[in-house]
């Protein structure tokens, strides 16, 4: 499969889970593991990009922290998986999430508001 299929399908099934409020898994970085909650899918403004902003729920923690929000290449995502597990409504740090973007593709409304 060509990179921009991959993409274009990677990017897709994000854009579905977003709008079903669905937890991710996939592989980062050909060697990172991580379950998380897709949040943004856009277009980085600087490198032009499409990105993937979302927060890593698993192994669950007891508060939400800023370290675990990701900014994610979608050249550097592969098996990627829809799992049963819902996003939570809200994670803090979140209002600042959109700045990394340029064009944003699809996100979660609690997070992203106009």
Request: glycine letters at 4%; charged letters at 25%.
């Amino acid at each position: 499969m060509e990179s921009g299929q991959k993409i274009n399908t990677t990017a897709e099934t994000l854009a579905r889970a977003i709008r079903r409020r669905s937890v991710v898994s996939f592989t980062y970085q050909g060697t990172q593991q991580l379950v998380a909650e897709p949040i943004v899918l856009g277009m980085h403004k600087e490198t032009n990009k499409m990105m993937l902003r979302c927060y890593k729920s698993f192994p669950p923690s007891i508060s939400d922290s800023k370290d675990n929000w990701y900014l994610c290449d979608l050249d550097e995502i592969s098996n990627i998986k829809i799992t049963p597990m819902r996003t939570k409504s809200y994670r803090s740090g979140a209002k600042t999430i959109e700045g990394d973007m340029a064009e944003i593709i699809e996100s979660s409304s609690d997070y992203v508001r106009a």
